[in-house]
């Protein structure tokens, strides 16, 4: 087996693409836009309620989940409208499960929001 040499435009073009990728997303799709400003509010009321750094490692996990998920979701079904545009049941069925895939992980990202951020909520109004 043999190993190709470090090559720095390869590795330069390769983070091009991703961030290409990344923004693609946030033009065309609605839901990565809204996780986008929930994420954005997240990040400062970890900043606000000053949580330990344990914490705000959980909440980033969560949110890098629900945003990794999203971009899978997005490329399946684009390379299913592509190469199958008609309707099939089949092809609906892998669009929805990957669509509940987002869903758990939101789901999953606002219980661990919530159990972070309560007792400081609580410590407020109580």
Do not use: W
């Not at 949580?51 to 990794?68: D, I, P, Y």
């Amino acid at each position: 087996m043999s190993y190709q040499q470090f090559n720095f435009n390869k590795l330069r073009k390769s983070f091009h693409y991703a961030f290409r990728g990344v923004i693609f997303l946030l033009v065309s799709e609605q839901n990565a836009r809204v996780h986008a400003v929930i994420t954005v509010l997240v990040g400062a009321a970890a900043y606000v309620f000053d949580v330990s750094r344990l914490e705000a490692a959980v909440l980033f996990m969560a949110v890098v989940l629900v945003f990794a998920i999203e971009i899978i979701n997005t490329a399946i079904e684009k390379v299913f409208d592509v190469c199958h545009p008609e309707n099939h049941h089949l092809i609906r069925s892998v669009k929805d499960a990957m669509a509940g895939a987002v869903l758990i992980s939101a789901i999953i990202a606002t219980v661990v929001a919530m159990l972070i951020f309560l007792p400081h909520f609580k410590a407020i109004f109580i």
